[in-house]
């Protein structure tokens, strides 16, 4: 031990080791240690002569930290602890033949687990030794496989939520991309203009037309027919008439020869 560390608690836990409360910290220097107080009282050893084993030990004696506080029901107060690692060591040195028979188990138990226990509380925030769940799930009970069971079909429908999901996207964008396309098509076909052969059939229908409302009111109607289809198509030229309106243009004339004439359209 060095006075000159003069370590302090960043972090003090208390771990649940069978029925003994264990009292662990991590310092200063972002080791853990497990107070010899707190062993000591849950094995029924004597601290003073344990201080002195460890002391004693040159390895043990380099992580011993006979001043670190810590909190307790009574207030802060400095305790001497053992870094974690070298728990075992120190245990090993004690010999199980030796202690009273009624902490023999105990004892053991301490040597085997007691430091990974301490260690994994500051780890994996695991402050018992009771089994994991994990653990518990290993056993064959009914209760086991009932839970197994309802599991596993929660991860069934959680799968087919997901895969509906990904399908009624998957079809969102289909119908989007349609509607894009279409959108682009129709804004295509508005800007392409007529080919001459399709202004020559708006021209001629346009004429015929316009013959057969002349002949009947004996005025010139050419240059009122083209301009019922510039307004009706918004357009200054036939010429300038849409591809896209062609059809619909070509029928709205013919349905008008035949209104005047009663004869089939050009």
């Given at each position: 031990?060095?006075?000159?560390?003069?370590?302090?608690?960043?972090?003090?836990?208390?771990?649940?080791?069978?029925?003994?409360?264990?009292?662990?910290?991590?310092a200063?220097?972002?080791?853990?240690?497990?107070?010899?107080?707190?062993?000591?009282?849950?094995?029924?050893?004597?601290?003073?002569?344990?201080?002195?084993?460890i002391?004693?030990?040159?390895?043990?004696?380099?992580?011993?930290?006979?001043?670190?506080?810590?909190i307790?029901?009574?207030?802060?107060?400095?305790?001497?602890?053992?870094?974690?690692?070298?728990?075992?060591?120190?245990?090993?040195?004690?010999?199980?033949?030796?202690?009273?028979?009624?902490?023999?188990?105990?004892?053991?138990?301490?040597?085997?687990?007691?430091?990974k226990?301490?260690?994994?509380?500051f780890?994996?925030?695991?402050?018992?030794?009771?089994?994991?769940?994990?653990?518990?799930?290993?056993?064959?009970?009914g209760?086991?496989?009932?839970?197994?069971?309802?599991?596993?079909?929660?991860?069934?429908?959680?799968?087919?939520?997901?895969?509906?999901?990904?399908?009624?996207?998957?079809?969102?964008?289909i119908?989007?991309?349609r509607?894009?396309?279409?959108?682009?098509?129709?804004?295509?076909?508005?800007?392409?203009?007529?080919?001459?052969?399709?202004?020559?059939?708006?021209?001629?229908?346009?004429?015929a037309?316009a013959r057969?409302?002349s002949?009947?009111?004996?005025?010139?109607?050419?240059?009122?027919?083209?301009?019922?289809?510039?307004?009706?198509?918004?357009?200054?030229?036939?010429?300038e008439?849409?591809?896209?309106?062609?059809?619909?243009?070509?029928?709205?004339?013919?349905?008008?020869?035949?209104?005047?004439?009663?004869?089939?359209?050009?």
């Amino acid at each position: 031990m060095s006075d000159e560390k003069a370590l302090t608690s960043v972090d003090q836990r208390t771990v649940l080791f069978y029925e003994d409360e264990l009292t662990a910290v991590r310092a200063s220097d972002g080791q853990i240690y497990v107070s010899v107080r707190h062993m000591c009282d849950a094995l029924g050893l004597a601290q003073r002569g344990q201080v002195l084993r460890i002391q004693r030990n040159e390895i043990l004696a380099e992580g011993y930290e006979g001043g670190i506080m810590m909190i307790t029901p009574g207030g802060q107060q400095r305790t001497g602890m053992l870094r974690v690692d070298l728990v075992p060591l120190w245990l090993s040195t004690l010999d199980t033949s030796r202690v009273r028979e009624e902490i023999r188990d105990k004892l053991k138990r301490f040597q085997r687990e007691a430091a990974k226990v301490l260690w994994e509380a500051f780890q994996n925030g695991r402050l018992t030794v009771d089994p994991t769940f994990d653990e518990l799930l290993e056993q064959g009970t009914g209760a086991v496989e009932a839970y197994k069971m309802i599991a596993a079909m929660l991860k069934l429908a959680r799968n087919q939520v997901l895969i509906e999901a990904r399908l009624n996207a998957h079809d969102e964008q289909i119908v989007d991309q349609r509607q894009r396309l279409e959108a682009i098509e129709s804004q295509l076909g508005a800007g392409h203009a007529l080919t001459p052969d399709q202004a020559t059939s708006i021209s001629q229908a346009v004429k015929a037309v316009a013959r057969e409302l002349s002949q009947r009111t004996g005025r010139n109607e050419y240059g009122g027919v083209y301009g019922e289809l510039y307004r009706r198509y918004r357009i200054p030229s036939y010429r300038e008439l849409p591809a896209a309106k062609y059809d619909d243009a070509i029928k709205w004339l013919g349905d008008w020869f035949q209104d005047l004439t009663g004869e089939e359209p050009f």
